[in-house]
């Protein structure tokens, strides 16, 4: 591995944020959803339902967070929400089904929602993409497809932010990791199947912005996305220059910190590293999978995850840790969950 250079001690910050666990492979009809504090503490867990399987269709994501509550998919049809102090119960509905499946995202202030169906009853298959209130009023379909993929994965600035998909909803045709035949990562470099993504208008449809030309990577966050290999791209579509160094040298996926000077991703040994804009790196005493991506809290901490339980044990990495010899370390607490870092709470994707 190449030499590391440590990175400046992160200021230090309460934790206010809460990271989103969700574990697909429970091996029966229910996926676990967790939340999870700075402390590593599971504030809150759910069981729901996952969609009716269609044969080869694509993976869409579960779940949604606005400033106050994460939403999640229990079934074809019902929006739950649960909230850090364990408030849960029903926000609306959906008009997936057996053959139709639904993926959405709630607005920061909990106001609307947009909501993606995919119809694999005919061919090919029917896209169709409405936004209406939460509570089911002023419903209006923006915009439908039968050759463009898209759906909904957050809001920012009062637009939409849809995952674009680049090919046909099937698994078989996804940008994942596979071994062999057998498709081990659903999603891809994202938790939200996404080569790049399209900010729209909520009403029209029409595209402001492209977020990156292909291979986005990790969680979404303020400052824009990490780029598999390639460094990062802001809101507005521009790359972002990264010293070439190790983080190109790696086949591994990253996230981009808040700030946007941080990208947190595993070596191909192993290794966890935190790589600066500015070239410097930093090696996190964390071991994980090139394939995993993690999660920023906030600058200081991160949060681990994997999708599959065998693979390893989630955990929340202060990298601002100082020990009682007064040496800036990074200290992981074990956190009683599984699954992959797929939001966090509250959403903050607004500059």
Known sequence: MPGVTPLPSPTPSAVTSFAV???LFTGTSLYDVALVAGNGTVV???HPAKRTPIEDAAALPYVSASKSRLYYLDGDRDVRFVKPDGTSGLATSVTGGPKVHAAFAVSPDDARIAVTLLDYSVD?????????DLGGAHHAVIFTSTTKYVWP?????????????????????AIGYTNGSRLLYPYGPNPYGAISYHVIDPVTAVRAAIVGG??????????????????????????????????????????????????????????LMIIDVAG???????????????????????????????????????????????VNLDKATPVDAHGIVAAILPANLDS
């Open 21 to 23: 666990l969700v574990d």
């Open 153 to 173: 994965v957050a809001w920012r600035a009062g637009q939409i932010v849809v995952a674009n998909y680049g090919a046909p909803p099937f698994s078989s045709q």
């Open 44 to 46: 809150a867990r759910e």
């Open 214 to 271: 292909g291979g986005v990577s990790g969680l979404l966050s303020r400052a824009g996305s990490a780029m598999v290999q390639l460094g990062s791209v802001d809101w507005t579509g521009a790359y972002v220059s990264w010293p070439m160094g190790v983080y190109q040298m790696t086949t591994a996926v990253g996230s981009l910190s808040p700030n946007g000077r941080g990208i947190a991703a595993y070596y191909s040994d192993g290794h």
């Open 124 to 132: 090919p298959v029917q896209l169709t993409l409405y936004v209406e």
């Open 280 to 326: 410097f790196v930093r090696d996190l005493r964390e071991r994980g999978d090139e394939r995993e991506w993690v999660g920023w809290l906030d600058g200081r901490h991160i949060v681990t995850g994997f999708y599959q339980r065998a693979d390893g044990n989630p955990s929340v990495i202060d990298i601002g840790y100082v020990s009682e010899s007064n």
